[in-house]
């Protein structure tokens, strides 16, 4: 059973670029949700997915957002980023909207120059 | 901002040992407090959980504390083995009443090695 799998692993773009990471859930799981962690912090919500609909939000600026696809994936989109942006970015998935059980991916190291 | 305040930042603990990681919070709405351990370049894993009507739960050898008066709560890793050595995050979260909940709010993590 395969666990939930981001793509890609490691990735670098430069100041006022865009990106777009990818996000599969644990099979059986129809909601995802998203967490930014800069180095040595704890993660931090940004948002949730369930049902192709946005639930809830952490406090991020709208150059953050993000889509669910009928087979429950999900994409985070960042627009113009920022030297500040730089952190693992952190997919989790669940059976339910209400995260007793999030299982998260390894990843994306995000670096921008 | 809704925060929860972890300690200590780093801990040093010999093998057997029992190291306790501590976990303050301000907001009273939190419903669900999940400890997490993460090891180098993985994302975090659900260790155990516990609700703010229990005072005590035991998984294993992890163990969760939980004062509810004086929002606080620990962790407790009994027997400590070298493969315990990992950064530990604990995390709170509201659950609303008509479905659904809020994001976890993580601490910012204790990084724990267990000396053999």
């Known amino acids: 059973d395969a666990g939930v799998t981001q793509s890609p692993t490691h990735l670098i773009k430069t100041r006022g670029q865009q990106v777009t990471l990818r996000c599969s859930p644990k099979?059986?799981?129809?909601?995802v949700s998203w967490y930014q962690q800069a180095l040595g912090q704890g993660p931090q919500f940004i948002f949730q997915?369930?049902?192709?609909?946005?639930?809830q939000r952490g406090n991020f600026p709208d150059r953050f957002s993000g889509h669910q696809f009928p087979n429950y994936s999900s994409e985070l989109n960042v627009n113009a980023l920022l030297l500040g942006d730089s952190a693992l970015y952190l997919c989790a998935s669940s059976r339910d909207s209400i995260n007793e059980k999030l299982f998260f991916g390894s990843g994306t190291q995000l670096s921008v120059l | 901002q809704q925060q929860v305040k972890q300690s200590p930042q780093s801990l040093i603990v010999q093998k057997g040992g029992i190291p306790i990681i501590n976990c303050a919070y301000e907001n009273t709405a939190f419903d669900y407090f999940p400890w997490y351990q993460q090891f180098p370049g993985k994302g975090p894993a659900l260790l155990i959980a516990i609700r703010p009507d229990v005072s005590e739960k035991k998984e294993g050898r992890f163990t969760i504390s939980f004062n509810k008066s004086a929002k606080q709560f620990s962790l407790h890793i009994m027997d400590s083995q070298p493969g315990d050595s990992a950064t530990y995050f604990c995390?709170?979260?509201?659950?609303?009443?008509?479905?659904?909940?809020?994001?976890?709010?993580f601490g910012k993590g204790t990084h724990l090695i267990i000396q053999p």
């Open positions: 997915y369930y049902e192709e609909e946005e639930r």
């Open positions: 995390a709170a979260y509201t659950l609303y009443s008509g479905g659904g909940a809020d994001g976890l709010t």
């Open positions: 099979s059986g799981h129809d909601t």
